[in-house]
């Protein structure tokens, strides 16, 4: 097998796309297969192995795929980098809500503390909605416009 060369920037973004549908899917039947083995086998050895099992196949597709097709690990580690973002941005957003929720209900009553605070946190997540569909636009429109 050799590597993958891209002629096109369609054909990179094709693959990163790909690498960035790969990691939920390689993940989730991951754990999906390890709980069902589970309930077959309740033994001390297979727990450990379980909690090894998802690193090592995270590491061998990375590998292969920065060997193989390079754009497809690009994507692949690009799932885990939004992620992480993610999960940053909404615990941020949670703890701001309760903060001004908290300190808010000191002085309005509780029905509406948590009105506030439900209007906070979907004000918030439609920000951070709006905030991710202009990046994937962006990221698209960095492709259709040096594209040659």
Known sequence: MKRKV???KR???IDQILGFLAFP???????????IIAQMI??????????????????????????LRPQLGVGYI???AVAIVLVTLLGVLFLAAC??????????????AKALFVVL????????????????????????????
């Open 25 to 35: 899917l390689v993940n989730v039947s991951l754990g999906i297969a390890l709980w």
């Open 121 to 148: 946190m979907l004000g918030g997540l439609v920000v951070l909605g709006a905030l991710a569909i202009y990046v994937f636009l962006y990221w698209v429109r960095s492709f259709k416009n040096n594209s040659q």
């Open 42 to 67: 309740s033994s001390s050895w297979w727990f450990e192995l379980s909690s090894a099992l998802p690193w090592l196949v995270n590491t061998v597709v990375i590998v292969l795929a920065f060997l």
């Open 11 to 13: 054909e990179r973004m």
């Open 78 to 80: 690009t799932f885990i």
């Open 6 to 8: 891209y002629v096109t």
């Open 99 to 112: 903060f001004v929720t908290f300190f808010s209900a000191l002085v309005i009553a509780d029905q509406q």
